[in-house]
T-cell receptor
Framework: GNSVTQMEGPVTLSEEAFLTINCTYT??????LFWYVQYPGEGLQLLLK?????DKGSNKGFEATYRKETTSFHLEKGSVQVSDSAVYFC????????????FGTGTSLTVIP | DTAVSQTPKYLVTQMGNDKSIKCEQN?????MYWYKQDSKKFLKIMFS???????INETVPNRFSPKSPDKAHLNLHINSLELGDSAVYFC??????????????FGPGTRLTVL
């Protein structure tokens, strides 16, 4: 079946630190992969996406590369800011299930000054 | 302009009551969803619906029922509310064809508290 596993939080970093949030997936066929971000008190917003192997999604200094060989889509940012404090969700959209979304459990990030 | 909107933003009610949450999208999308997010931020899909098909997550109690008056609206009706229904409920929408066919757009959420 289809599923997403992401590293558990919470994660606490100092401002300007390097961020990695690991995400691996299991899927049949060729899924699309996403990172969504949820700021406190808000809904989910698309942060970045990749639709095929070796694609790199990027936005707001965040990056993630679709690695088919390791079935991974790790989120990285070189220098985090306090405003990046949020919950981050890895997700896949599976064509074999009509593009139903499968979300990871979310990783809470707190960046301290 | 808000793409996916939900009302109310907060809902506090007593156990046993019946309540509805409304969702509207102005994106022209053909598929809409309801998700439940628990206190640990875990997201669980409850329903997906387009004008052809309603897909229900079989673990969702039949006290929950989606109602779609038209393509732009998918409301969530809950009967006989229980304490465990307390959560944040998110509506989402998607267009099943086109350049962003595999992306879902989320509403701001409705925080339901059952006392």
């Amino acid at each position: 079946g289809n599923s997403v596993t992401q590293m558990e939080g919470p994660v606490t970093l100092s401002e300007e630190a390097f961020l990695t949030i690991n995400c691996t997936y299991t899927a049949t066929g060729y899924p699309s992969l996403f990172w969504y971000v949820q700021y406190p008190g808000e809904g989910l917003q698309l942060l970045l996406k990749a639709t095929k192997a070796d694609d790199k999604g990027s936005n707001k200094g965040f990056e993630a590369t679709y690695r088919k060989e390791t079935t991974s889509f790790h989120l990285e940012k070189g220098s985090v800011q306090v405003s990046d404090s949020a919950v981050y969700f890895c997700a896949l959209s599976a064509p074999n299930t009509g593009n139903q979304f499968y979300f990871g459990t979310g990783t809470s990030l707190t960046v301290i000054p | 302009d808000t793409a996916v909107s939900q009302t109310p933003k907060y809902l506090v009610t007593q156990m046993g009551n019946d309540k509805s949450i409304k969702c509207e999208q102005n994106l022209g999308h053909d598929t809409m969803y309801w998700y439940k997010q628990d206190s640990k931020k875990f997201l669980k899909i409850m329903f997906s619906y387009n004008n052809k098909e309603l897909i229900i997550n079989e673990t969702v109690p039949n006290r929950f029922s989606p109602k779609s008056p038209d393509k732009a609206h998918l409301n969530l009706h809950i009967n006989s509310l229980e304490l465990g229904d307390s959560a944040v409920y998110f509506c989402a929408s998607r267009q099943t064809a086109g350049p962003s066919y595999n992306e879902q757009f989320f509403g701001p959420g409705t925080r339901l508290t059952v006392l």
